[in-house]
């Protein structure tokens, strides 16, 4: 099943195969920086994205990655895009796109 993937504001889309990356990878894909400190192991809380839309559709925040927004100091409401695996229409946002 194909997803789309919305990055706001740049109007960017992307669609992907449901499960098929991360969306942190989805993010590169689409030609857009995000950072990461750590390989992508939910470390470092640098890729932390706003979901606008779609948020059910993927899985909950587990503990650990809210102990690593709150050890790093980001947003509570932000995503870490490589904790997160699109399966399903999603728009995210970014300040800086
Ligand atoms: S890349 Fe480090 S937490 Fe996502």
Do not use: H
């Not at 920086?33 to 587990?62: F, K, M, T, W, Y």
């Not at 650990?64 to 709150?70: D, G, L, S, T, V």
């Amino acid at each position: 099943m194909k997803c789309t993937l919305k990055f706001l504001p740049s109007e960017r889309t992307l669609e992907i195969e449901a499960g098929e990356m991360t969306l942190l990878e989805a993010t590169r894909e689409a030609g857009l920086p995000i950072a990461s400190a750590c390989g992508q192991n939910g470390a470092c809380a640098r890729c932390g994205l706003d979901v606008i839309s779609g948020i059910d559709a993927i899985e909950e925040e587990s503990e650990r990655e809210a102990r690593i927004k709150e050890r790093n100091r980001i947003d509570p409401e932000l995503r870490l895009a490589c904790r997160v695996r699109p399966t399903r229409d999603m728009t995210v946002r970014a300040t800086y796109w």
